[in-house]
């Protein structure tokens, strides 16, 4: 999908603002195999971007306010009905470097960090409100976590010590992914993701809500909590971590 977001507010506005633009696009490419027997793989690809403008920024043109570039692959073997014994990789990045209003100091990058999760465990598959409610519970007790950072400056802000660029650690996963179509027109996908380190968790919940105007036209509504003890801690916020977005604009599924 491609969408946009115009905002524009005169100098004399009584309640003060400022004009910007926004935009944002994202593909979603899914490979999957199920031999309707025991085995299945499944495989995505979720690329997201997002721009925004600023008059009032003098040092960025414009900056990132959407960023994601994931590659989910999981291999499958049926233990017992909708049960399968599951071996799950989880890669993910961003694309272009992030950046903060009149702030020269980049905050994250392409690598920077870049994770890699490898996991065993089991999977359940959900079916249920007459097939409106659909996704996959993955439970993975044991699991391997990769970290590396490829920026000097942002090693000890991505829970790094010392000189090193990289991050080893044994830890345990649940990822969740679910579907509602709550109407024709208005669905709600989910995502929760959790991971703990045993000295370090964290935790991330996607929440998008889509709204179909016509055909080739959807609103958009993402809520998108986190917490994270990787990160840096907060006075305000802590460990935890929001960022909520709305749009309106081009949607094509094939």
């Known amino acids: 999908y491609l969408q946009f977001l115009q905002n524009y507010v005169s100098n004399n506005w009584h309640k003060g603002g400022e004009s910007n633009y ?16 025991r085995i299945t793989f499944d495989n995505k690809l979720e690329m997201k971007m997002g721009f925004q403008t ?50 020269e100091k980049v905050y994250s990058d392409f690598t920077s960090p870049f994770d890699l999760n490898i996991g065993i465990g089991m999977q359940y598959n959900v079916d249920a409100l007459g097939g409106k409610l659909k996704g996959t519970l993955n ?21 790094i010590k ?33 991971i703990t380190t045993y000295h370090q968790a964290k935790i991330e919940w996607e929440n998008q809500f889509e709204l179909k105007v016509t055909k080739y036209i959807s609103a958009n509504l993402f809520v998108y909590p986190r917490f994270d003890e990787g990160n840096i801690w907060d006075e305000d916020m802590g460990y935890f971590q929001l960022q909520e977005w709305s749009s309106i604009g081009l949607t094509y599924s094939f």
């Open 139 to 159: 439970f993975l007790p044991f699991a391997f976590n990769f970290r590396y950072v490829a920026r000097e400056a942002l090693i000890s802000a991505n829970g």
């Open 22 to 37: 926004s935009a944002v696009a994202a593909a979603n490419l899914e490979l999957n195999y199920n031999d309707k027997d």
């Open 54 to 103: 600023s008059p009032s920024d003098t040092v960025h043109k414009y900056k990132t306010n959407n960023d994601l570039l994931r590659f989910t692959s999981k291999l499958g073997v049926q233990a017992h009905k909708k049960w399968y014994y599951t071996l799950q990789l989880l890669a993910y990045t961003q694309f272009a470097r992030g950046l903060k209003a009149n702030d």
């Open 162 to 194: 010392g000189d090193h660029h990289t991050l080893e650690d044994f830890a345990s996963q649940f990822t969740g992914e679910l579907k509602w179509n709550i109407i024709d027109q208005l669905s709600w996908k989910t995502r929760l993701f959790a």
